[in-house]
C-alpha cells in the first residue's frame, strides 16, 4: 500500500509530487535541493552549503519515518557542473562514514530554482 510520507521540517514541494512515498518496506524520497523549510527561500550561494541544506532536508524526512542515514540504499546526485563535485563529494562524505549507499552523479542542465545540485534517495527500512 502506498504512503504519502510529509514533514513541514523539510521544505514544501515545488510541484505536483510528494516530499517522499512509503512503499512496503521501502521509502523513496523525491529530490530535495537548497530550500530553507522555515522560509522556503532558496539559496544559491556557496555548493557546500547548498549540499549541507539538501541533505539536512533528507535528514527531514527520513526522521518523519524514524529512519536517518544508515537506511539510505542508494542516492542520485544532480549536478550543473562536474566542477563541483570534489565540494559535494567532501560534504557528502562527512554523512556516510561507514557502508556508504549505492550512487550516481549526473550532470545536468538545469535544476529548479537555480540551485546547482539536487539528491534523491532510495531508503529501506529494515536496512542498518
Known sequence: ???IIHTDLAPKAVGPYSQAVQMGEFLFCSGQIAI???TQEVFTGDIRKQTEMVLSNIEAVLKQVH?????IVKTTIYLTSMSDFAAV???YAARFTA??????TVAV????KGVNVEIEILAHFHAV
Open 67 to 71: 529512519l536517518n542515514f544508515s537506511h
Open 99 to 104: 557502508n556508504p549507499p549505492a550512487r550516481s
Open 89 to 91: 563529494n567532501e560534504v
Open 109 to 112: 542542465a538545469g535544476l529548479p
Open 1 to 3: 500500500m502506498k504512503k
Open 36 to 38: 530553507d523549510p522555515k
